[in-house]
């Protein structure tokens, strides 16, 4: 049992660890992005500089899909790993029953890990790295999306709400996403984190 504990916990330190390293490696992604953005901002509106807009937020936005999609798979693998742990945690106090009152004490209420007010737990999950990968990349397509507008000759009063609006839309549809996600993996009968 003591190992089959310690391979849970290995376990969850490589999710852990392959969450932060994507998580790295899309956000140093953003940032190069905004830095070429940035440098040919100046360009004058035209072809070019709107296909080149497209190319940069095009990419950012299948990175930043993709390693949400990842991250939430990672978190919900951390979960399982998790309550296989607490799982063995009951099996111990029942050989020990001695070892009940230590346990308890390590495992904690689940309450602790809530950051949220009840009123405002609708946005906890935005504070995963999914979830927060999930806004970031609907924040990258709505910006595509404007410059698209902005780049077939639309006035930049049009392209701004349109790009801002797409980018409400896939918050949303990050949010029920990872909603539908974590639905399906409670199949188990224990409730998912908030």
């Given amino acids: 049992m003591t190992t089959e504990h310690y391979n849970l916990q290995s376990a969850r330190a490589g999710t852990i660890g392959e969450a932060n390293g994507r998580a790295s490696i899309f956000l140093?992604?953003?940032?190069?992005?905004?830095?070429?953005?940035?440098?040919?901002?100046?360009?004058?509106?035209?072809?070019?500089?709107?296909?080149?807009?497209?190319?940069?937020?095009?990419?950012?936005?299948?990175?930043?899909?993709?390693?949400?999609?990842?991250?939430?798979?990672?978190?919900?693998d951390d979960w399982h790993f998790c309550l296989r742990i607490t799982q063995l945690r009951a099996i111990y106090t029942e050989l020990v029953p001695e070892l009940a009152e230590a346990l308890r004490a390590v495992a904690g209420s689940e309450q602790a890990v809530v950051m949220l007010t009840p009123r405002l737990r609708p946005f906890q999950r935005m504070l995963s790295v999914a979830g927060s990968i999930g806004?970031?990349?609907?924040?990258?397509?709505?910006?595509?999306?404007?410059?698209?507008?902005?780049?077939?000759?639309?006035?930049?009063?049009?392209?701004?709400p349109s790009g801002a609006a797409i980018g409400l839309i896939m918050v949303w549809a990050s949010v029920r996403f990872q909603s539908a996600r974590w639905k399906g993996a409670t199949a188990t009968g224990a409730a998912p984190p908030e």
């Fill in 28 to 76: 140093g992604a953003v940032s190069a992005a905004l830095i070429a953005l940035g440098f040919y901002g100046h360009a004058e509106r035209g072809a070019g500089t709107t296909i080149f807009q497209m190319v940069v937020l095009s990419s950012l936005a299948f990175l930043g899909l993709v390693t949400f999609v990842r991250c939430l798979e990672i978190s919900i």
């Fill in 135 to 160: 806004v970031i990349t609907s924040v990258i397509i709505g910006a595509d999306a404007g410059v698209l507008v902005y780049g077939v000759g639309a006035p930049l009063a049009a392209a701004l």
